[in-house]
Structure formats: structure tokens, C-alpha cells
């Protein structure tokens, strides 16, 4: 199975990599070309969500989950990948149920860094990943850098639990506001 991961789970990275450069476009731009992307905004996030679910599915049977849940790399990267995932499906729900309405406003910049956010997670949950499949990468040197040993259990769930509830926070009053406006 891990062929079989390694192979889906670039689908998910290469469409949510590349809503976030559609986000950025159309943060910064209101001209056709950065509406045109935009309408394309939502299925690529769409096709995004659906692939990444099924890379995590077939991820999940890597490895039997004992083997898992007790490797401090395992429990991490699955960590990651399911928050990652989370994510993506609240930036495909804000932009879906608030429309056009996101770009009016402060929501444009909020959209922008938040998907700069979602492109971190992307970077971490990969970066796990492929030390997993015996691949390592510079960003593993620069997290260790700023203190965070990946080979070791990520002790801070409290930090990043918080980080996600502000994340949904954000998102929700960018809907909000968004409702308002239509009505």
C-alpha cells in the first residue's frame, strides 16, 4: 500500500498548492483573469478534499496501526494529514458558502493568509511523509532549526489544536461577514 500512498497522495498537494496560488491571484487582483480562476476555485478544491481523503485512507493501511500509533513519525504525519486535510475542507466550505462575497473586504487577506497557512501544513505533513518512506528533506533541518526534532513526538497538540480552532474562528467570521453582505 505505501506505493499505492505515495503515488495518490501528490494529487491532493499539487490541487491544494495550486488553490493556493488561485487564492493569492485573486486576493491581490479583481481583473478577469483572477475571476476566471476563481470560478475554478471551488472544484479544485472539491477534487482536492476527495483526493486527499482517499490518500488518507490508503495511507491509514501503510502500516498495521499498532505500528502507527506507536512511532512517534507515524503518529505525526498522521496527525498532520488529518489537520491538514481539515483544513483544506474549511477554506472549500468558506469559499463555497460565502461566495464572491469573500474577496469583498478584509476577507480577501484573510483568504490569502490562510492559504498560505494551508500550504505551510501541506510542507510539514509531506515533509513527515517522506521521512517515513526514507526520502528527507531541507524543510525537516529548517523545523529542527526552530526546534522541532521530527523524528520525535510532537508534544505541543495544545498549540496546534489552538491554532486550528483560530483558523475556524477566522473562517467563520469570514462567513459570517460574508452573509451579512448578501443580505
Not at 482536492?48 to 490508503?58: E, I, K, N, P, Q
Not at 483560530?166 to 467570521?173: E, V, Y
Amino acid at each position: 500500500m505505501a506505493a499505492y500512498h505515495i503515488v495518490l497522495v501528490h494529487f491532493p498537494i499539487a490541487l491544494w498548492m495550486t488553490a493556493t496560488l488561485a487564492i493569492l491571484i485573486r486576493a491581490v487582483s479583481n481583473g478577469p483573469l483572477a475571476i476566471a480562476i476563481d470560478r475554478a476555485l471551488v472544484p479544485l478544491l472539491s477534487i482536492g478534499l476527495l483526493s486527499g481523503l482517499l490518500a488518507l485512507a490508503v495511507g491509514s493501511q501503510v502500516w498495521p496501526w499498532d505500528t502507527l500509533s506507536t512511532s512517534p513519525m507515524g503518529r505525526n504525519h498522521m496527525l498532520w494529514a488529518v489537520w491538514t486535510t481539515a483544513y483544506w475542507t474549511l477554506m472549500l466550505l468558506t469559499r463555497w458558502l460565502q461566495g464572491s462575497a469573500v474577496w469583498h473586504g478584509p476577507g480577501r487577506w484573510i483568504m490569502a493568509l490562510l492559504a498560505i497557512i494551508g500550504a505551510g501544513l501541506l510542507g510539514i505533513t509531506g515533509t513527515l511523509g517522506g521521512h517515513l518512506s526514507g526520502k528527507y528533506t531541507d524543510l525537516a533541518i529548517v523545523l529542527n532549526k526552530l526546534g522541532w526534532d521530527v523524528h520525535r513526538t510532537f508534544y505541543l497538540p495544545d498549540l496546534t489544536l489552538i491554532a486550528l480552532a483560530l483558523a475556524s474562528a477566522i473562517l467563520l467570521f469570514i462567513g459570517w461577514r460574508g452573509s451579512r453582505a448578501e443580505t
